[in-house]
């Protein structure tokens, strides 16, 4: 028998001096309630024997004094934390980490999800503390969060442990282990218990460097920076989950055909996790309306991918191309099979989270474009070939500003109308006269050679200007805001500026006296420069993965300059939060998975957020785990939910003592 | 220093109050039974002491053992083989003493012993006033107290009321200090009724046999309050005799409550026997039964009545 709690050495002169002062309190005279009786000699005749005040006569009632020792003796126990020496356990360090990670939310748990059963896991873990033992409840995602500090109140453990709940990200493993071997380092009995289903990198499994290898071969530092530190720290590992019933989407996107923004275009990679081949139904839906449904097929442990590019139309996959549809928020399911017209059509497996995936499209705009211009078929043909164009055309002489009621961006051939007339609309400005229009010249260049050309400018995107013959170009001068999209020999021959929410392309040259408009890059360049002018620079809107800060542009919602300080974000669990907007843009860490609303003043924009993450959704169960190349143990020390505690019954055992003095004095058997 | 008691509770009536006019009509009613139980008594059954002082022949009863067998009537004897004795009238006129316990213990109870021992006390000087017997009332404690000379006739009834409304009670029963002082200041021989609780730690033994000796007829009524018997007590308890002022600390539990009530019991049944043995008419006057009862009760079994 063991203490944990006072020593031996405190506890007997403790019950010493708690039993004195209660033999005291016996030897005390009884303050009695005085009663007048008419004739006291009776009462003498009944008693056998005389009353005494002798110490052997106040101890009489012995039987209570015994009883009221035999309670002290047990409380002081208690204090004690007595233990059986085969089941001491000196004061441990124990970090319990663990995994909260979207695979927890698997519904194989028996009952309720692995979460739940990692909780009644840890619940035993905690109730099987030894007196002396501290424990730190670490929750771990892709984020690792202390939830209490190194604490042996069991209370306040459990309290903790309740309030845990499973993010839809994935297991950032690496960290996890990093804080514990941190927070571990240089404690006593240092333990670490990794309670989760498994579902990690294996890369992570196998960097960590458990215990020395031996003097001879000890590593250099330089060899360690990518390894994991916990020699020294006692892991071990509680599994959880018990099914690999899963049929996963593990990337999903969508996107805008450039020539034709009404039609897009969705790529799809659906894993099916199971050992049996699988039928699911895939559905497609915009806005929440349904689009499409498919019937997919899968062997067991098949990745398959639903594009349009020209192996899959081969291969007669059915994927979803040349799509149309008027939502701008598209949401994939897989449902049981035969299911899909049902309103509530279940699970199709134990892990939901993954069955759903969302994606956005750019907004849909058709822009009203003026033409003024002498005739120019090349330009003509290439904005007519834009079907999100609607052109309009006037000639320079016939141009006022009126014919700019209703328009979206004007484009100029040749002619610049004077200053005072100068639009407010997103201009494009080809061969503009020098002296005139927005831009400064600094004179021409004659049969100059496109030798640099912008990478970054969305104007530019898929475009090479590389060999380009071009008559003669006027040169512009550089100045504050104007960025040059092509130059010959440093000398800008393309520029472009965005002043506020107003943007303006110029082409140095009359693309008549070029071979420009014969290359592929020319209807590509029209529509690159008016999918800049509508902010729509990107035919692809990003997916992003959960438990990852996203960057998310506002410049849809407005210039940095405009932008207010702060954001209203709203999470896909309806949770709403301030976020400050910084350069034009605010950064979320997506913790959840599904859509998420950007709110600056009475403008929005959705951007959606999904798992995407195949080690994740690989539920498979691991029941044993190798860390460093070692297997690891159940953790021991513990009592498994059976309270081992002595003292707690010490304390029952005190108090139904209690009520037996109490009915032996009612009883007037220890008086 | 010993502790006086106080009377415990409150009577339902007070001191002045026990003599009104209903209490009046119930005396007239007494003394109309009792009229009618003396013209049924059997006179074989009186005893007196008064045998031999008289020259009027008035009656035989049976012999008991201790009369003076001077006066058994042998031809009776000779002819029908009984002991008879002959009575003679007396020809004084009967003195009846009534002696009042006003120690402290007779005030406790509810109503008080006291009261109930003044309602028999009046009413039985009552019938004898009525009688034409000389009624003199004494009280006492731990001596004689107080003193209403002897009287005669229905109207000083009410110089008996008044004694006893102005009776100072309290003190210790000192039953044979009393009684010997009564016996000595009283040489008149007559019926001496002793109407006290017994509460003498002294006993009473001594006190009787005084009375006996001395040639007064005593009639014992013990004044007696069943609620005494069976106390309410429970728990850690100092004891206070009311009269001594004696302390006693003891743990009260159903059990012991149990045999005080035998004790007591056996208390009362041990005066009982005495009286019995001693041949002085003995009476429980229970305090919770209208005092009208005990005393038709008295009447009834004779001795008092001539």
């Known amino acids: 028998m063991t203490f944990l709690g006072l020593p031996l050495a405190k506890l007997l002169p403790l019950f010493a001096v708690a039993a004195g002062a209660v033999t005291v309190l016996y030897i005390l005279k009884l303050r009695r309630r005085r009663v007048q009786v008419p004739f006291a000699k009776l009462w003498q005749r009944v008693l056998k024997e005389k009353e005494s005040t002798s110490l052997f006569r106040q101890l009489r009632r012995l039987l209570s004094l015994l009883l009221q020792l035999a309670f002290l003796l047990l409380l002081t126990g208690a204090l004690g934390d007595p233990r059986f020496s085969a089941e001491r356990v000196d004061g441990r360090h124990i970090i319990v980490l663990v995994d909260a990670s979207a695979s927890m939310r698997a519904t194989d748990g028996a009952p309720g999800t692995r979460l739940d059963q990692a909780r009644d896991q840890v619940r035993a873990l905690v109730r099987g503390l030894g007196g002396a033992d501290a424990m730190m409840l670490v929750r771990m995602d892709t984020q690792v969060t202390p939830l209490t500090p190194f604490t042996g109140d069991e209370a306040l453990l459990l309290k903790a442990l309740d309030a845990l709940d499973p993010a839809d990200t994935r297991a950032d493993l690496a960290r996890g282990l990093q804080f514990a071997g941190d927070a571990l380092r240089g404690k006593t009995k240092p333990l670490l218990v990794l309670v989760g289903d498994g579902a990690y990198d294996r890369a992570v499994l196998a960097s960590v460097l458990l215990r020395d290898k031996g003097a001879a071969a000890s590593p250099t530092p330089t060899d360690w920076l990518d390894r994991i530190d916990l020699r020294g720290v006692q892991v071990s590992f509680l599994p959880v989950g018990a099914s690999r019933d899963n049929v996963a989407i593990v990337a999903f996107s969508a996107r805008r055909y450039a020539t034709n923004k009404l039609s897009f275009e969705v790529y799809l990679e659906v894993v099916n996790y199971r050992d049996r081949p699988t039928e699911a139904d895939l559905q497609l839906l915009s806005d929440g309306e349904v689009t499409e449904v498919q019937r997919l097929r899968l062997k067991a442990g098949e990745r398959a991918r639903y594009t349009c590019g020209p192996e899959d139309r ?48 750019p907004k849909r705009k058709k822009q009203h474009v003026l033409l003024v211009s002498d005739g120019n078929l090349f330009v003509e043909g290439a904005l007519l070939l834009d079907d999100n164009v609607e052109l309009a055309k006037v000639a320079p002489r016939a141009y006022s500003p009126r014919a700019l009621k209703g328009m979206d961006a004007v484009v100029f051939d040749g002619f610049y109308p004077p200053t005072k007339e100068a639009p407010r609309l997103h201009t494009l400005l080809l061969n503009p006269p020098e002296d005139a229009g927005p831009f400064a010249t600094t004179g021409r260049l004659q049969a100059p050679l496109i030798t640099e050309q912008s990478a970054k400018h969305p104007v530019m995107r898929w475009i090479t200007l590389k060999d380009t013959n071009i008559s003669n170009a006027t040169k512009f001068s550089m100045a504050e805001g104007v960025e040059v999209l092509a130059a010959s020999f440093r000398d800008p021959v393309m520029v472009a500026r965005a002043v506020g929410n107003l943007k303006t392309v110029a082409f140095g040259f009359d693309i008549k006296r070029s071979d420009l408009p014969l290359r592929v890059a020319f209807p590509m360049l029209v529509v690159n420069t008016f999918n800049w002018f509508s902010g729509d620079t990107e035919g692809l809107v990003t997916t992003y993965r959960t438990g990852e800060s996203w960057r998310v542009s506002l410049a849809a919602l407005g210039s940095a300059a405009e932008l207010p300080a702060q954001a209203q974000v709203t999470d896909p669990a309806g949770e709403t939060r301030s976020t400050p907007i910084q350069q034009g843009a605010v950064v979320i860490y997506g913790r959840r998975a599904g859509v998420y609303t950007i709110a600056v003043g009475d403008k929005t924009m959705r951007v959606a957020g999904n798992l995407a993450d195949a080690t994740e959704s690989d539920i498979r169960p691991q029941r044993t785990l190798a860390l460093g190349g070692q297997t690891l143990e159940r953790p021991r020390g513990f009592s498994g939910g059976l309270r081992r505690e002595i003292w707690i019954y010490l304390l029952l055992a005190a108090v139904a003592l209690t009520f037996l003095e109490w009915h032996t004095y009612n009883r007037r058997v220890t008086v | 220093m010993r502790r006086r008691a106080k009377a415990t509770g409150t009577a339902s009536v007070t001191r002045s109050e026990l003599f009104n006019e ?71 006129d009967l003195h009846i003493y009534f002696l009042l316990d006003t120690s402290d213990s007779t005030q406790l109870g509810q109503p008080p012993k006291l009261h109930y021992g003044m309602q028999i006390a009046a009413a039985l000087a009552y019938v004898g006033l009525a009688n034409l017997d000389r009624v003199s009332v004494v009280t006492f404690a731990d001596g004689l107290r107080d003193r209403l000379a002897p009287a005669r006739g229905k109207g000083r009834i009410f110089k008996v009321f008044e004694f006893f409304r102005n009776v100072e009670p309290g003190g210790q029963t000192r039953l044979a200090a009393s009684l010997r002082a009564f016996v000595h200041q009283n040489k008149r021989r007559g019926l001496a009724v002793l109407i006290s609780d017994f509460y003498d730690p002294a006993g009473y033994e001594e006190g009787l046999n005084l009375l006996r000796h001395n040639r007064f007829e005593p009639l014992v009524i ?42 007591y019991e056996r208390y009362c049944a041990e005066l009982q026997e005495h009286c019995t043995k001693k041949q002085i008419p003995f009476f429980r006057a229970d305090t919770q039964l209208p005092f009208d009862d005990l005393v038709l009760r008295i009447f009834r079994r004779g001795g008092f009545l001539k």
Not at chain 1, 339 to 360: T, V
Not at chain 2, 30 to 52: D, M, P
């Open chain 2, 22 to 92: 209903e209490f009046l009509k119930k005396l007239e009613y007494l003394h109309i039974v009792s009229r009618k139980l003396f013209s049924g008594l059997n006179r074989a059954e009186r005893r007196t002491r008064k045998v031999g002082s008289g020259v009027e022949f008035a009656d035989y009863r049976d012999y008991a053992a201790g009369d003076d067998f001077r006066y058994l009537d042998w031809n009776v004897y000779g002819r029908m083989d009984r002991l008879l004795l002959r009575l003679f009238e007396e020809e004084e």
């Open chain 1, 314 to 361: 081969k291969g007669k996959k059915r994927a979803w191309c040349e799509m149309a549809a008027s939502g701008e928020l598209l949401e994939a399911r897989l449902l049981p099979p035969g299911s899909s017209g049902r309103e509530s059509p279940g699970a199709l497996d134990a892990f939901p989270l993954d069955d759903r995936a969302y994606a956005l499209l």
């Open chain 2, 222 to 263: 013990h004044l007696h309050d069943p609620r005494e018997a069976r106390p309410s007590l429970v728990g850690d308890l100092q004891l206070i005799d009311c009269e001594t002022g004696e302390v006693r600390e003891l743990t009260v539990s159903p059990r012991l409550l149990k045999a005080y009530a035998a004790e």
